[in-house]
């Protein structure tokens, strides 16, 4: 095994983690809103407003799921309190990179990367 340039690494890093926010259900407003403030899941879901975060409803379960993909990917943490860590969670610097070219809307991805994504995700090995 050989080791590979750390900047591979992070282009590599910052490559997945461009596809899977182009293809989970998160709005640009959400990553805005963890950037500002922490959010849980349970948070989220209870929003009125859930259709400016999130391109389609989601429950408690399927959010925190998402929730803790990003979290894999780099570009969400865990907050951390008095306590320890907490259901809520920030945006990474890693997520701010991500987000650069999206200022605005982030765009919905084509069939290939939705079909790479999901391997990625359900088969990490694959």
Known sequence: MTLQDPS?????????????VRCLPFQRSFYRNVEEAALSSSELVAQSDWSSQTRRRLNARETEDLLIWLIQ???LRREVDGQGLTERVRLTPLGREVLIPWQETIPSAGLGSRLMHWCRRNRPRW
């Open 8 to 20: 591979e690494l992070t282009r590599h890093a910052l490559g997945r983690a461009r596809q899977a």
């Open 73 to 75: 990917l780099g570009v």
